[in-house]
């Protein structure tokens, strides 16, 4: 199955600190079995409302391949991961 990760990170954090975030979740995909197809950089934009009294983040989309089961621990791991805002992972219909 095909899906997507959305998250934000703080745009506060360093860029290359922000990097390795983005190269880590690229990663944990690729050990645990998955294929990650692309991540879109989207850059810093406003928030909808204040994150932890910030209101801005850099958006990151991970697009990845994997079974069903591997989506918890995605989460799992970037719910614990410094500078991570939110995520939210989707099945994708491309």
Sequence with gaps: MKYEMLYLI??????????????RFEDLVKSLGGTAVSTDKWGVKKLAYPINYKSEAFYA??????????????????????????????KSNA
């Design 10 to 23: 703080d745009s506060a954090v360093a860029e290359e600190a922000r990097d390795a975030t983005i190269a």
């Design 61 to 90: 989309l991970l697009t990845y391949e994997a079974d069903g089961s591997f989506n918890k621990e995605l989460d799992r791991v970037a719910g614990i991961t410094d500078g991570v805002l939110r995520r939210m992972i989707t």
